[in-house]
């Protein structure tokens, strides 16, 4: 195993669980510490991530993993206060009816660009159609920008978007981060050649709220969309590890992957049976170029986002909206892109009295910040919180983490991108591919990667 992020701890926990107590299962990692992209920080009140601090509960997955190495009563559920965006000033709700921040009327996003804007979005469906052929893609920001305007990518498209990837809606395509938009377009070019933004939306938009409908009518109360651990993520790696019962080696990097003998020799390490890689793209097309070279071409194509969090802890949450968190547009007066108030979020955070703030920084075409010294960082993150909300208040204890090549970028063919990588990586017999690149950056979607990797190598082993 090589990378003990999530990815790579799942997939040896999943090792030990299909192949037994007897198997030899080894998981290098570079750095001093498992986890990868996930790290919990203990302050003085108790610990808060500072990377990924949440994940949807629709995918099933991850909450499984959780129960069955015993953190079940870790779960905590957010407090259901809405998120805001900052425009001209004033910090306003996030509107409820779009996808993605993509709207199918102008009123549903008033508060946030100009009435011409709105007008614009209003009138999209009575323009020419998309010229769309199912199966295709498209950037995000180029499509919007098209139907609806500059504005509306810069003050809803991005923040949104840049919020989950760390890029903004001109760096994404949208099979890989939309992809329920871009059926949708397929479905319309299907049904009569006739493509709209705001239809597609709409249709999108009144499922949804079919599906609501339903609920209610069951007399269901809706589950919460995330989850968190309130020992942070930082435990369930530790339990995922140790349920895994691997030689863990840290400070270890691989240097290189090469057949040998019937199985693989890792550079500088020795031989191994088989090898899972869950690394970052960029260091999986460097250990996969002698194995599996038509996957590290494909890989040494994705870019990398990079960004920083500044965890802030203050003695009072005094001034502090009742709002889970802000999002901040391209055009907004602040360095930072994003303000999640933890204490505001998360009953169990704010149990411990005081207030937690999060602010985000950096995008992958915008990483000068993060060269920024920590007395800077912290500087901007207070300024920009007393501009967002009017209070001035002042931590009393802080933490600043930087995330170089955080997240991959889903660019325009990502989704094929990576199909193209996972069928070469099929054809060989026992290696495997895991992580972020694959099928979403959330935790979950690690974690899906991770468990698939495993039982890849397990059937590969058994062919043997």
């Known amino acids: 195993m090589i990378g003990g992020g999530i990815s790579g701890v799942t997939a040896a926990w999943e090792l030990r669980r299909q192949l037994g107590p007897e198997a030899a299962i080894t998981v290098f990692e570079a750095y001093d510490r498992l986890g990868g992209k996930l790290k919990t920080v203990d302050f003085a009140d108790g610990p ?22 015993g953190l079940a ?12 965006f900052f425009a001209d000033g004033h910090l306003v709700s996030a509107p409820a009816h779009t996808v993605m921040g993509i709207p199918a009327h102008g009123a549903d996003v008033a508060d946030l660009v100009s009435v011409e804007t709105a007008a614009r979005i209003d009138a999209e469906p009575d323009a020419a159609g998309l010229d769309w052929t199912p199966g295709t893609d498209i950037n995000v920001g180029e499509l919007v920008r098209s139907r609806y305007g500059d504005e509306a990518v810069q003050r809803l498209v991005s923040p949104m978007l840049g919020g989950v990837y760390s890029s903004s809606a001109d760096d994404l395509g949208l099979r890989a981060t939309v992809p329920d938009l871009a059926a949708e377009f397929d479905a319309l070019a ?5 493509v709209h933004l705001a239809t597609a939306v709409q249709r999108m938009l009144d499922r949804r709220a079919v599906a609501a409908e339903k609920q209610r009518e069951s007399g269901t109360a809706p589950a919460p969309a995330f989850n968190t651990l309130a020992t942070g993520y930082r435990e ?6 140790r349920a895994a019962d691997a030689d863990i080696r840290l400070n270890s990097q691989v240097e290189s992957v090469s057949s040998w003998q019937g199985g693989y020799w890792l550079e500088p390490f020795g031989q191994f049976d088989a090898v899972i890689v869950a690394t970052p793209a960029p260091t999986a097309a460097v250990l996969l170029q002698d194995v599996v070279p038509h996957a590290a071409t494909r890989l040494d194509r994705v870019q990398l986002a990079s960004s920083a969090v500044v965890g802030m802890r203050f003695a009072t949450d005094e001034g502090l909206p009742r709002r889970s968190g802000v999002l901040l547009g391209s055009d907004a007066p602040t360095h930072a892109k994003a303000f999640t108030f933890s204490s505001r979020k998360w009953p169990h955070i704010a149990d411990r009295g005081g207030a937690f703030v999060r602010a985000s920084f950096g995008t992958l075409r915008d990483p000068g910040l993060l060269d920024a010294d920590d007395e800077t960082l912290i ?20 933490f600043v983490q930087r995330w170089w090549g955080g997240l991959p970028c889903y660019g325009v063919g990502h989704r094929r991108l990576v199909d193209g990588v996972r069928a070469a990586v099929a054809e060989v017999d026992g290696i495997a591919v895991a992580g972020a690149v694959f099928d979403g950056v959330g935790v979950p979607a690690c974690a899906d990667t991770g468990r698939a990797a495993a039982t890849k190598i397990v059937a590969d082993l058994g062919a043997r």
């Open 73 to 84: 009563d870790q779960l905590r559920v957010p407090s259901g206060l809405p998120s805001g």
């Open 190 to 194: 299907e049904r009569d050649g006739t």
């Open 48 to 69: 808060v991530d500072m990377g990924a601090e949440a994940f949807l509960t629709r995918r099933t997955g991850l909450d499984a993993i959780i129960r069955e190495v």
């Open 379 to 398: 500087g901007y993150a207070v300024e920009d919180l007393a501009t967002v909300t009017g209070a001035s208040l002042r931590p009393v204890e802080t």
């Open 236 to 241: 369930l790696v530790r339990q995922l590890a």
